[in-house]
């Protein structure tokens, strides 16, 4: 797991920021779908997210994305993370926006803040995302 671990609460906190970030970018077409749930959920379990509790820390992150201000109340702790699990995250972000087959000016936007916010390479984040749209148009 890569939250720490000494802290129940700090881990759920976490993917409640995952989750909230991932919601965000679902959300931020006007359009979230039950496709984009999926990829929030199947994103959460991949970072190591508790099967048994993924439905609650969904409600969690819904309502941490509604209260929330900016999008810096969600990276945060996610800036912190190892690499691989910032571009997972940063791959799911993709897919959620490429599950409708295009990105709006809105999400591509979110996406090149969120580079700088979680120290991502702008290079990077484009490879992430040409792969990821070409994947969504198969």
Known sequence: M??????????????????ALLIHAAKID?????????IIKKTLL?????????????????????????ILDF???????EES??????????KIIFSNK??????TNLMRRLAGLLYIDSKI?????EEIKKESLK
């Open 2 to 19: 890569f939250f720490n671990k000494k802290k129940e609460n700090n881990h759920e906190t976490g993917f409640i920021k995952i989750g």
């Open 30 to 38: 006007e359009n979230y779908s039950l496709e984009e749930e999926n």
């Open 46 to 70: 991949d970072l190591g997210a508790n099967k048994n509790k993924l439905e609650n820390l969904i409600t969690k992150a819904k309502q941490f994305e509604q209260d929330a201000n900016q």
């Open 75 to 81: 990276t945060k702790e996610i800036k912190n993370l």
């Open 85 to 94: 699990d910032k571009i997972k995250i940063i791959k799911s972000l993709w």
């Open 102 to 107: 295009d990105a709006d000016i809105y999400e």
């Open 125 to 129: 984040m484009g490879d992430i995302k």
